[in-house]
Every structure is written in C-alpha cells, then in structure tokens.
C-alpha cells in the first residue's frame, strides 16, 4: 500500500500504520499538539480516494467531513490513497521570516560587545607523518601538534581512540578537531580527516510547555539560516508542567516524556537538515532554554520534587552533555549547552530572555515578563532582580481554543470590530494567505473589542442581542471572528473564559510583585513584553483586556520570544554564556503562589479590564464615551 501526495511522491505503508505515522517515517511532519492521540484535532488531511479506516471524527466539523478531511493520526489505508495536507496541518519551515529575522539578530550580538565564540571550535592541523626518528604514538603526535600550535592542552576521551589510526592517516594526516573548552584544557567532541571548517552549524532550542522552537544558526558568521516549530507533544500527557510532573509520578513516566521532546527536538532537526541539506556531522553543537520541568524532563532527570514542598529541583546549573547521551540524531559526541534554571518555576528560559533584554545591564527599574503556558516575571535593574511564576494557561499559544494556533503564518493576528456594522475587520500573519486559526495576540484583540463593544459583557459572557454573529455552537454561545468558504473561526464561550484566567494570573503576577518589593506600576521604568506572540500584540488592547497595567504605550518594549533568542546568543559567545550564568545566580524568586493577597488580586482580575476598573484609568474614561 501507498500513501500519493500532490506531489505524486509515493510513500509505502504498512497495514495497521496509521497516515501520521507512515508521513513521519517519510520526513514528512505534520502538527499535532496530542501526539496522535486524536484529541488535538490539527493533524487533518484530505482524502481524494482510497480506502480508508477512520477511528475518530470528533474534532471535525460536518462540513469537514464532507470535503473528505480526516485526522491523520486516527486514519488507517486499506489500499492505496491519495491525499492532500491542508496548509495549517504542514509542519513547515520559516525560511523567509528568518531571512528578516538574521541581520536584527546579530546587530543584538554585536551591541552585547561580547566576541563571537561559539561553544565548539573546528581547528585543522596538519601533522608530521611518523618515522623511524619521529616514532611517537598518534595520540601523542596530535597533542605534540596542538601543544605547538600554542593552542593549550588537549583532553582526548578514551572514544575518540577507536578509530584514530584510520582518521590521522585517511587525508595524509590532515585532521579537523572540534573542541570545546573544558576547564583549562580543550576536549575532543568530534574528529574528522581533512579539513571540515567549511560548514559549521548550531541549533539553539526553545523547549516550551506547549511549543517548540529551533533556530539553525551559521556558527562561521552568526547568521541565522531558518527556524522550525512545533507544538510540544507531551501536551498529550497534560497542558501545564503540573499535570505533566503527576503523570510521570503515577505512571512512572519519565522515560516516556523524555522520548516525546526527543522525538519533537529530532523532527525538527530532521525538517532543517533536509531542508538545507546538511549533513549530520556539520552539526557542532546544540543550545536548549526550557522552564524547570520541560529542562529536567529534557535531560532525563526526575522533576517530581518540583512540585513537592519545599520546591527543590534535582539540579539549577547543568553539566555540558552530549546528543547521544539524550537521544539527539546528530553527531553523538555533539555537546548540549542547558541554560541554568533559578527555581522550580523560573527556568532557563527566564534567564534566557533576561540576557536577551539586556535588563540586567539597566540602570533603571525595569519589569520582565515572558506569557507563555506559565506567567514568568523579572524585576529589577543592574544592581538585583527578583523573580516570580504563575499559571497562565496554554491558550495564548494556540492550545486549548478551538481554532488557536501559534503566531505563524495564517495566524488571525490582530482584530477590530467596526463600531457601527460591529463586523470585524482582521489581519492575517503572512502575504496573500487565507486565514487558519486565531493565535494570541488576535485573541486578545478580539475580547478587548467584543468588550468595548458591547458584545461581551463584564464577565466575559457574550450578549446573543448584540450582534448576528453570536449563535450557538457544540460547546454553548460562540462568536464567528471570521466567516469562510471551508471552515469559519470562532471564539466559544469557553475559550474566553480561558483567555480571562490567562490574563487575571499575569495581572496578579505583575501586581503582587511590585507590592512585595515596595513599588507601583508608576515607578517601572520599562516593561519588557516577551512571548511567541509579543510582536504582534497590541498593548491597548491588552490593558483594555486587563492584562497588563495602564501605564504609558512608550514604557512598553516587545522583544517576541526571548527564550530563543537568549538561546541563538549564547549558541555564538562563551561571554554570553557566562553572564547567563551570572544572571540565574543573582535572581531571587519569590512564591507568590502561597500569598492569599495574590489569590485575591487573581480573583479580581477575572473581571475585563478588573473589579477595581479606577486602576485602569484610561478603560475607564473609553467606557463613558
């Protein structure tokens, strides 16, 4: 049997293989945030012809069905099909968005003043060919050339001994030595005869709850080739780290949830090498940001303490290791740089984003705040930082909304409801594309304006006598932000309601930590956005929300998702990484978690903008218009 793409590229498939599964072998990626369990609903495909097993429809709408669309992961060939992968169901590359993206980037790495120093080094020698008078060993011979190249000394672990004879003398004893500073020493990651300096690679990677991000970064000029994503599979084993640490717990689950990221992190890896046709061994070294758990699950290591009072993790600063020690399908001796983590709920990713603000060069009060699955917030200046977590939810980043999705192209990603046709007027991420979903920044736009509108009320409840496009849907009331030929994209009731709880906990977060060290939202110097969607998110719609605190537009800085973008400067700089290091051992966290206040503030929140609406002075003054 055979899957026959539109391509007319044919892909075998064995009885009992689901379509997911028989596309992945192939290299050909789909997105699916549950794994293939069926609940996620965004691994649809369209079935031309051939006879198909399909276990699962419920994610599917009649209209759907009728067009011949099928879940992937829930359809089984009985013969050969023909099939087509809609646009919003391709795990794809971003290849024009990194082209912009590259030169923004290292102009960052070049304000740092930090020198360019990625974690590996190629270094080519030549050795003297052996002889009856020069009779020392190979590996002497290799030490006795980088020793007078005044490149140090050299540590060769014992695995690089296999094969030496054969690598020294395969290019007329030419050899290129990949190294990493290892103390006071370098240390042998890769050799290689002849000389391989030509094409070096990075990969930095954003290991989020409920994404995951990869940047191929050019290691011999900085430049950043592309980026891939996808959502984190082990959504599937629970939407927050919480649910995720219970089910390791009951389960015993840990090598399970270890496999799901490795899976991702190599599906990605695999999409980028093929797309740019890198061989594997090019591949010099891996950077990863993630928060506490998605790190300790990364690296195989028990997160269960994290959420067991009193909160210790197994470890906050992480040895170098390797990618065959994880599983990574790269060269097995490719070294893994972990950013550190602060607490059980402020992890690599913070530090990341906080040396990618540069806050903790500021001498000026400044406020940090990444909205992510998990509401993580920085304050301070050059002087101290403290920090704090809270539980946003996944909503702002697709999962859990009916037709969210990330903030890629075909995202819904700002709208505006007419004032009087009350129609709403969107913009789509991407030239020429027809709209797929909704991602955060739309969906904030789309309450704050429902709000101001009079479509939605207070409580987040939407008003059936206020506009033709409320009607009833599979879960309660819903409103249709965009009706189309296919499929419309609504917003349910239940969606709002997450949206609502995602913005009362930041609020409260951002509220509650200014309180404990004594100070206002009058006294913040800078506010610094972080998050996948913080470019395109609209700062008054989101303090008509109640999201974030009315203060002035010009305090506001959006820097998008700083985890990867901390991660892609320390892939290029040893300076940089140790002022990350730095940086995770100044930050004090505070729980907040345990404060009835933050509780209260919390609760008051779930309220558009807030029950206190005098602490939202310029909602206040747009309402009496």
Same mark, same amino acid.
Request: proline share 5%; aromatic share 6%.
């Given at each position: ?22 596309? *992945? *072998? ?67 590359? $971003? ?5 912009? *993206?590259?030169?923004?980037?290292? $102009? ?58 054969? @690598? ?8 290129? /030595? ?45 430049? /950043? ?91 906050? %600063? ?36 906080? /040396?990618? %603000? ?70 789509? @991420? ?123 537009? *010009? ?27 730095? @940086? ?42």
């Amino acid at each position: 049997m055979k899957i026959i793409l539109p391509s007319e590229k044919s892909i075998p498939v064995e009885p009992g293989v689901s379509v997911f599964q028989a596309l *992945k *072998k192939e290299g050909v990626h789909l997105t699916s945030s549950c794994g293939g369990k069926g609940t996620c609903g965004k691994c649809k495909i369209i079935v031309k012809s051939g006879p198909v097993d399909t276990r699962s429809t419920t994610k599917l709408t009649k209209g759907e069905i009728k067009k011949g669309a099928v879940l992937a992961c829930q359809s089984f060939p009985r013969g050969d099909i023909q099939i087509e992968i809609p646009k919003e169901s391709e795990l794809i590359v $971003e290849g024009k968005i990194a082209t912009g *993206k590259s030169k923004d980037l290292q $102009e960052l790495l070049h304000s740092t003043g930090a020198k360019r120093e990625p974690l590996t080094r190629r270094i080519v020698l030549q050795l003297p060919p052996p002889s009856l008078n020069d009779n020392i060993s190979d590996l002497e011979r290799l030490k006795r050339e980088f020793v007078t190249k005044g490149l140090g000394c050299l540590r060769v672990p014992f695995r690089f001994l296999i094969n030496l004879a054969g @690598i020294v003398r395969k290019k007329d004893w030419e050899i290129t /030595l990949s190294t990493i500073n290892a103390g006071d020493c370098c240390e042998i990651t890769n050799i290689s005869p002849g000389n391989r300096t030509s094409a070096r690679y990075g990969i930095a990677i954003d290991i989020g709850t409920t994404t995951v991000v990869a940047y191929l970064i050019d290691l011999n000029d900085g430049t /950043l080739v592309d980026i891939a994503s996808t959502y984190n599979s082990q959504i599937q084993f629970g939407d927050d780290v919480i649910t995720r640490i219970i089910y390791v717990e009951e389960h015993n689950a840990l090598k399970s949830l270890h496999r799901t990221i490795i899976v991702d992190i190599n599906d990605l890896i695999s999409l980028l090498r093929k797309t740019h046709t890198i061989n594997i061994d090019s591949i010099d070294s891996l950077v990863t940001a993630g928060n506490p758990t998605m790190t300790h699950i990364f690296l195989g290591l028990d997160p269960a303490s994290i959420r067991q009072e009193p909160y210790i993790p197994t470890a906050n %600063s992480f040895p170098v290791s390797h990618a065959g020690e994880l599983g990574i399908k790269t060269n097995p001796n490719t070294p893994v740089y972990t950013f550190p983590c602060v607490s059980s709920y402020v992890g690599g990713d913070i530090v990341s984003g906080v /040396l990618a %603000s540069r806050l903790h060069k500021s001498q000026d009060l400044c406020l940090f705040m990444d909205v992510g699955t998990n509401g993580e917030i920085v304050l301070g200046n050059s002087e101290w930082l403290v920090t704090a977590a809270c539980s946003a939810g996944p909503c702002f980043e697709g999962s859990g909304i009916r037709h969210g999705m990330r903030a890629t192209e075909g995202a819904i990603e700002d709208v505006r409801i007419n004032r009087k046709t009350l129609e709403p007027e969107i913009e789509i @991420i991407g030239e020429g594309v027809k709209p797929l979903g909704i991602c955060g920044s739309g969906m904030i736009d789309a309450v704050a304006e429902m709000f101001i509108t009079g479509i939605l009320d207070q409580k987040g409840k939407l008003q059936k006598s206020a506009s033709d496009r409320i009607r009833d849907g599979d879960n309660g009331p819903e409103f249709v932000v965009y009706s189309g030929d296919n499929r419309d994209i609504v917003l349910t009731e239940p969606d709002i309601e997450n949206i609502i709880r995602a913005k009362a906990a930041i609020y409260a977060g951002l509220s509650m930590l200014l309180k404990e060290m004594g100070y206002t939202f009058a006294d913040v110097h800078r506010m610094f956005i972080a998050g996948g969607f913080g470019k395109f998110l609209d700062v008054e719609k989101a303090v008509i929300l109640g999201m974030l605190p009315d203060i002035p537009k *010009k305090k506001f800085t959006y820097l998008g998702n700083t985890s990867i973008i901390g991660a892609y400067l320390c892939t290029l700089s040893q300076n940089l990484r140790e002022e990350a290091e730095e @940086i995770a051992g100044k930050m004090t966290y505070i729980e907040l978690s345990v404060s009835r206040s933050f509780m209260d503030e919390y609760v008051s929140g779930l309220f558009i903008p807030h029950t206190n609406i005098d602490a939202f002075p310029g909602v206040k003054k747009l309402l009496k218009k």
